[in-house]
Structure formats: structure tokens, C-alpha cells
């Protein structure tokens, strides 16, 4: 039997408006932003656990993006040039078991939208 939940999550990027639990506290699905191509981890802004609770966070431009699935639960993370989430720019496919780093070309503000499926097999 499987189980899914699917939760919509909407990043503006400016400065913080809420707090994510940080990936060190989390269960191993983790999105990480940094200045600076290639997901350098001596440029990490900030990171933060995704959930199912339709979290709203604001940031300032980043330049890559690292997202991390974990065993059973993959994150998906479409990353858009506009606040209305109509101008996509990238979309990291669903990553599960694995770790995705993504380049971001574009303006100084990017909004991401975050979609993170929960997935578990019985």
C-alpha cells in the first residue's frame, strides 16, 4: 500500500519571515541555498527541513540550490523568476535517496515553490 502526501510550499526570496527547523535537526529530506554556482557548502546562506504544513519563508537571492530526499520521502522543488510562481526557471525533479544540486541563472530574486511528496510502502 502506498501513502502520499503532497504539500505546496511557497519561498519568497528576501529576508527570513519564518524559521524552517534547520536540516541538522531533521530527518534527511533537507533544502539548501548558497551564493555562488555549484552548492559550495563554505557559501551555504541557509538551509531548512520541507514539510506537509505549507511553510512560507522569504530569503535573499541565492545563486544554487542542494536538495536532499531522504530513503522514503522525496522533495521536488521548482524555483521560479516572479512572485506569482508563473515564471518557472528550474524544477529539481523529484529527488528520493539522493542529493541534487542546482545552478540558478536570472535576477536577483527568485521565488522557489516547493512540493514535497511523501512517499511510504508497506
Not at 519564518?18 to 563554505?42: N, T
Not at 520521502?73 to 506569482?84: M, P
Amino acid at each position: 500500500m502506498k501513502f502520499f502526501c503532497t504539500a505546496l510550499l511557497s519561498v519568497i526570496l528576501s529576508m527570513p519571515v519564518a524559521q524552517g527547523k534547520p536540516c541538522s535537526e531533521g530527518g534527511g529530506e533537507c533544502v539548501s541555498y548558497f551564493h555562488g554556482s555549484d552548492c559550495d557548502g563554505a557559501n551555504l546562506i541557509s538551509d531548512y527541513v520541507p514539510t506537509c504544513a505549507g511553510n512560507c519563508f522569504q530569503y535573499n537571492s541565492f545563486d544554487s540550490l542542494s536538495v536532499q530526499g531522504g530513503f522514503l520521502f522525496g522533495t521536488d522543488c521548482h524555483i521560479y523568476s516572479d512572485i506569482n510562481c508563473q515564471n518557472q526557471i528550474k524544477d529539481t525533479g523529484n529527488v528520493i535517496d539522493d542529493i541534487s544540486c542546482v545552478n540558478v541563472q536570472g535576477g536577483p530574486e527568485h521565488e522557489m515553490l516547493l512540493q514535497l511528496l511523501r512517499v511510504r510502502t508497506e
